[in-house]
């Protein structure tokens, strides 16, 4: 904006405050101007610890309450569609990994089931069920992650502790898998990349065999817990038809009654031979999304359970040619993330590298609907929205 | 090691090929709803894509919501094509719950114009629309609030645009506009630049 522009609309603001207070004064002149002037713009983030990551909303409110919110992103943008282009299909594996960081198998997941879907390579048994295994760890490291500190956004303090024990669990399951605990690149175009270590099944089923019971822990303190019912119940409403219009997937949109998840609706993997619900609930509600997460997580055990029992020796890697070089064609491949659909659309102009490869990332679409459920809330509710969303600054940014 | 895994590959089903999806019913559905509209689709592992005339996108999506039940708007994006003409290509994909099936509509777009917004249909192309913009520089005429979004107001330059620096450009953009002229790439006196193809 320019310096005239600038000064103009110094001006106007400053017109518009002696004008308000005018009328406020005329209004009741007894009161103290300070606080007569309704509207303020809050600017809230980019460095706020309840944003998770670099989110800035400029709010308006009066008092307390939020007349309007614009998100504004951006700080974390680093180009990895630019990137994608400019290096060989096996190489765009790595950058996946930072998109979403705290479920980056997921994200390794989505991409190469796009360069899969093109070249029409077929993933061997062993190979899926590893897959689907990781996925479903991811699923509930990033749950985790997500009970913990929206919990502590709201004041339960407690729940973080419990929750991001397990995760470190998780994490280290991870790391003897690949060797890495956040950013894992752990899964190769047809296959994977490693097999698993000895001991690894039995460590990762004792694990889930112990998990109901701790999903139970968290849910005594949060489920009933009267603070977080006040917090939580009737905030951030929003019908599904509405999720459809907006575009929300994932938690959001079975918290609010329509039990729609890529894993069933479109299954990838061997997901369609896995005996799993769908969770979902009626009020659409920052509850009811709480309690499908929380129902999820006891499904990503279930999941997990019955890809241990079928796990048999094999491949893991199928036929893939070294050179990668997909026909000249576009595909789109998507999959259920923790946080919703997660898309890539490829772009093969039948070289080694990507002519295009674009990311339909949950959390940027589900973002766009904050405005619209933190209309009218308070501030401190604006918080529980944002945890409520689950977003990953650097998947909306990318 | 490579010989070993030639030798499958070869015996192997051929590679999925792109087949005319005229004859699909969803096409022919469009094509009697809108004609003159449509101006070929095809169909590729299993994915139908419809390319479509650019002032009747916004009409199409209109059609595909209401008449054929493609509720959920995932995604709106753009390919530069470069050296075609027109040089982009907008992208959009729409999902059916009744169907449990996705549509692929293009459209192709030259530099400079502007493509009719579908926001107004789906409320969820929004914000995909602006990323399109700030990305690209396509315009999307009738958008309710068409300001870039990764980048920053008064950043010169569409970084996905194939003639934009990798190694980005002097952000100094935006304080000097006559230096970093309207529409990207490096400045014309720059000549220590690489441009990605």
Same mark, same amino acid.
């Given at each position: 904006?320019?310096d005239?522009?600038i =000064?103009?609309a110094?001006k106007?603001?400053?017109?518009d405050?002696?004008?308000r207070?005018?009328?406020?004064?005329?209004?009741?002149?007894?009161?103290?101007?300070?606080?007569?002037?309704?509207?303020?713009?809050?600017?809230?983030?980019?460095?706020?610890p309840?944003?998770?990551?670099?989110?800035?909303?400029v709010?308006?409110?009066?008092?307390?309450?939020?007349?309007?919110?614009?998100?504004?992103?951006?700080y974390?943008h680093?180009?990895?569609?630019?990137?994608?282009?400019t290096?060989?299909?096996?190489m765009?594996?790595?950058h996946?990994?930072?998109? #979403?960081?705290v479920?980056?198998?997921?994200?390794?997941h989505?991409?190469?089931?796009?360069?899969e879907?093109?070249?029409g390579?077929?993933i061997? /048994?062993?190979?899926?069920?590893?897959?689907?295994?990781?996925?479903?760890l991811?699923?509930l490291? =990033?749950?985790?992650v997500?009970?913990?500190? @929206?919990?502590i956004?709201?004041?339960?303090?407690?729940?973080?502790?419990?929750?991001f024990?397990e995760?470190?669990?998780?994490?280290?399951?991870?790391?003897?898998?690949?060797?890495?605990?956040?950013?894992?690149?752990?899964?190769r175009?047809?296959?994977?990349?490693?097999?698993?270590t000895?001991?690894?099944t039995?460590?990762?089923?004792?694990?889930i065999?112990?998990l109901?019971?701790?999903?139970?822990?968290?849910?005594?303190?949060l489920t009933?817990?009267?603070?977080?019912?006040?917090?939580?119940?009737?905030?951030g409403?929003i019908?599904?038809?509405e999720?459809?219009?907006?575009?929300?997937t994932?938690?959001i949109?079975?918290?609010?009654?329509?039990?729609?998840?890529?894993?069933?609706?479109?299954?990838?993997?061997?997901?369609?031979?896995? #005996?799993?619900?769908?969770?979902?609930?009626?009020?659409?509600?920052?509850?009811?999304?709480?309690?499908?997460?929380?129902?999820?997580?006891?499904?990503?055990?279930?999941?997990? /359970?019955?890809?241990?029992?079928?796990?048999?020796?094999? #491949?893991?890697?199928?036929?893939?040619?070294r050179?990668?070089?997909?026909?000249?064609?576009e595909?789109?491949? @998507?999959?259920?993330?923790p946080k919703?659909?997660?898309?890539?659309?490829?772009?093969?102009n039948?070289?080694?590298?990507?002519? /295009?490869?674009?990311?339909?990332p949950? @959390?940027?679409?589900?973002?766009q609907?904050?405005?619209?459920?933190?209309?009218?809330?308070?501030?401190?509710?604006?918080?529980?929205?944002?945890?409520t969303? #689950?977003?990953?600054?650097?998947?909306?940014? /990318? | 090691?490579?010989?070993?895994e030639?030798?499958?590959?070869?015996?192997?089903?051929?590679?999925?090929e792109?087949t005319d999806?005229?004859?699909?019913?969803w096409?022919?559905?469009?094509?009697?709803?809108l004609? %003159?509209?449509?101006?070929?689709a095809?169909?590729?592992?299993?994915?139908?894509?419809?390319?479509?005339?650019?002032?009747q996108?916004?009409?199409?999506?209109r059609?595909?919501? %209401?008449?054929? %039940?493609?509720k959920?708007?995932?995604?709106?994006?753009?390919?530069?094509?470069?050296?075609?003409?027109p040089?982009f290509?907008?992208?959009?994909?729409?999902?059916?719950?009744?169907?449990?099936?996705?549509i692929?509509?293009?459209?192709?777009?030259?530099?400079?114009?502007e493509?009719?917004?579908?926001?107004?249909v789906?409320?969820?192309?929004?914000?995909?629309?602006r990323?399109?913009w700030?990305?690209?520089g396509?315009?999307?005429?009738?958008?309710?609030?068409l300001?870039?979004?990764?980048?920053?107001?008064?950043?010169?330059?569409?970084?996905?645009?194939?003639?934009f620096p990798l190694?980005?450009?002097?952000?100094?953009?935006?304080?000097?506009?006559?230096?970093w002229?309207?529409?990207?790439?490096?400045?014309?006196? %720059?000549?220590?630049?690489?441009?990605?193809?």
């Amino acid at each position: 904006m320019s310096d005239e522009k600038i =000064s103009q609309a110094e001006k106007d603001e400053a017109a518009d405050l002696a004008e308000r207070a005018k009328t406020a004064a005329a209004a009741a002149p007894e009161a103290h101007t300070l606080f007569d002037v309704q509207e303020m713009e809050l600017n809230f983030g980019p460095q706020h610890p309840s944003t998770h990551g670099v989110l800035r909303l400029v709010l308006k409110v009066d008092g307390e309450k939020i007349l309007e919110a614009k998100p504004d992103m951006g700080y974390l943008h680093r180009g990895t569609e630019k990137l994608f282009e400019t290096e060989t299909y096996p190489m765009g594996i790595p950058h996946t990994d930072r998109m #979403d960081y705290v479920a980056a198998a997921t994200n390794n997941h989505a991409f190469c089931l796009a360069v899969e879907k093109l070249l029409g390579v077929e993933i061997p /048994r062993r190979a899926q069920l590893i897959r689907v295994i990781l996925d479903e760890l991811q699923r509930l490291s =990033s749950h985790l992650v997500w009970l913990g500190t @929206s919990g502590i956004d709201l004041g339960a303090v407690t729940p973080f502790w419990y929750a991001f024990r397990e995760r470190e669990q998780i994490l280290d399951f991870f790391e003897e898998y690949c060797g890495a605990r956040l950013t894992l690149n752990c899964m190769r175009i047809g296959g994977l990349p490693f097999d698993l270590t000895a001991g690894w099944t039995e460590r990762v089923s004792e694990f889930i065999s112990d998990l109901p019971a701790r999903i139970d822990d968290y849910e005594q303190l949060l489920t009933d817990n009267r603070i977080w019912k006040k917090r939580t119940v009737g905030v951030g409403v929003i019908s599904a038809e509405e999720c459809v219009e907006w575009g929300l997937t994932g938690p959001i949109i079975r918290g609010s009654g329509l039990a729609w998840d890529l894993r069933r609706a479109q299954p990838y993997e061997c997901y369609e031979e896995l #005996d799993f619900v769908v969770p979902t609930r009626e009020n659409g509600d920052t509850y009811d999304r709480y309690i499908v997460r929380v129902q999820e997580m006891r499904q990503s055990a279930k999941i997990i /359970r019955q890809c241990l029992s079928k796990l048999e020796p094999g #491949d893991i890697r199928g036929k893939v040619p070294r050179v990668i070089k997909p026909p000249a064609e576009e595909v789109y491949a @998507s999959i259920e993330s923790p946080k919703g659909e997660l898309g890539f659309y490829c772009v093969s102009n039948g070289t080694n590298k990507p002519y /295009r490869m674009h990311v339909r990332p949950p @959390s940027f679409i589900n973002l766009q609907a904050l405005p619209r459920l933190a209309k009218g809330h308070l501030v401190s509710d604006l918080v529980a929205l944002i945890g409520t969303i #689950d977003i990953v600054l650097g998947e909306v940014d /990318r | 090691m490579t010989d070993a895994e030639k030798a499958p590959a070869e015996e192997k089903k051929p590679r999925p090929e792109a087949t005319d999806a005229s004859g699909h019913p969803w096409v022919q559905a469009m094509r009697a709803s809108l004609p %003159d509209t449509i101006v070929s689709a095809k169909e590729f592992a299993g994915q139908v894509t419809v390319v479509v005339q650019k002032d009747q996108i916004a009409r199409a999506a209109r059609h595909l919501k %209401d008449e054929q %039940d493609f509720k959920y708007c995932v995604d709106v994006t753009a390919v530069d094509w470069k050296t075609r003409t027109p040089r982009f290509e907008v992208v959009y994909h729409f999902y059916s719950f009744s169907k449990n099936a996705r549509i692929r509509v293009k459209c192709a777009v030259a530099d400079g114009e502007e493509v009719p917004s579908i926001a107004a249909v789906f409320l969820s192309a929004n914000w995909c629309e602006r990323e399109t913009w700030d990305m690209f520089g396509i315009k999307f005429s009738g958008h309710p609030d068409l300001r870039r979004i990764l980048t920053w107001e008064g950043f010169n330059g569409f970084p996905l645009r194939k003639d934009f620096p990798l190694e980005g450009i002097d952000t100094g953009a935006a304080v000097y506009p006559e230096e970093w002229p309207e529409g990207g790439g490096p400045s014309k006196g %720059d000549t220590n630049r690489k441009v990605v193809s």
